[in-house]
């Protein structure tokens, strides 16, 4: 019964490459969330989706950052042209149902994507 | 918005009570949350409590509400150098989990 999945565990890339951070929720959670946690700061909501849809994408910067959570396959956090400023942890959560039910762990949270531009 | 805050640092000796303190702005949270994490890890649940409860404990835990406040507390007991990590309150505004800036917990042997 494996937890969230989130690959790679480590990622270093140049600036102006692209970043793909991949999240495979737990079995039977249809909900995902991404979160970013700058060193030394707390975590911050980025984006919540469902399987094909974007719920909230409140915490989404607007330009180079992009979510999707295809019918199938993992969900993706997509950062083009990254910059130092990307450097930072990105945490992928998901639930079985919407965060209204958040009870008993209903997020259950990936070891998280580290990311490094250089 | 959203602005969870929290003191950044805390040390405490070993054998002796922690409280970590939480303040949140949204009041329609149905439930506040206490997530700890380790060094390098991801975030692990530690306990919850709904918006209609005043204290919860559980085990070494006990969890303080004052909705009036909108203040948060966690005090752990007996704190062990094991529980050496940063310690996040969360609220759940539109269904959704936002964080504390979290707090950095250092127990000194």
């Known amino acids: 019964n494996a937890g969230v999945m989130q690959n790679p565990r480590h990622l270093v890339r140049r600036r102006g490459q692209e970043a793909r951070l991949r999240c495979s929720p737990m079995?039977?959670?249809?909900?995902v969330y991404w979160y970013r946690q700058l060193p030394e700061e707390g975590l911050k909501f980025m984006v919540y989706?469902?399987?094909?849809?974007?719920?909230?994408e409140s915490g989404m910067p607007k330009e180079r950052f992009s979510a999707e959570f295809p019918k199938e396959g993992p969900s993706i956090l997509r950062i083009q042209q990254v910059v130092r400023g990307d450097s930072a942890a990105y945490f992928c959560?998901?639930?079985?149902?919407?965060?209204?039910?958040?009870?008993?762990?209903?997020?259950?949270f990936g070891s998280g994507t580290r990311l490094t531009v250089v | 918005g959203e602005d969870v805050e929290q003191s950044l640092f805390l040390s405490v000796r070993e054998g002796d009570s922690s409280v970590i303190n939480c303040t949140y702005t949204?009041?329609?949270?149905?439930?506040l949350y206490w997530y700890k994490q380790e060094p390098g890890a991801g975030l692990q649940l530690l306990t919850y409590i709904f918006s209609n409860m005043d204290m919860k404990q559980d085990q070494r835990l006990t969890v303080l509400l004052n909705k009036k406040d909108k203040h948060l507390s966690l005090r752990i007991a007996d704190t062990q150098t094991g529980d050496s990590a940063i310690y996040f309150c969360?609220?759940?505004?539109?269904?959704?989990?936002?964080f504390g800036t979290g707090t950095r917990l250092t127990v000194i042997p």
């Open positions: 949204d009041s329609s949270s149905t439930y």
């Open positions: 079995k039977g959670h249809s909900h």
């Open positions: 959560a998901s639930s079985p149902t919407p965060g209204s039910r958040v009870v008993l762990g209903g997020y259950t």
């Open positions: 989706l469902q399987k094909e849809n974007i719920i909230d």
């Open positions: 969360a609220e759940t505004p539109r269904n959704n989990l936002f």
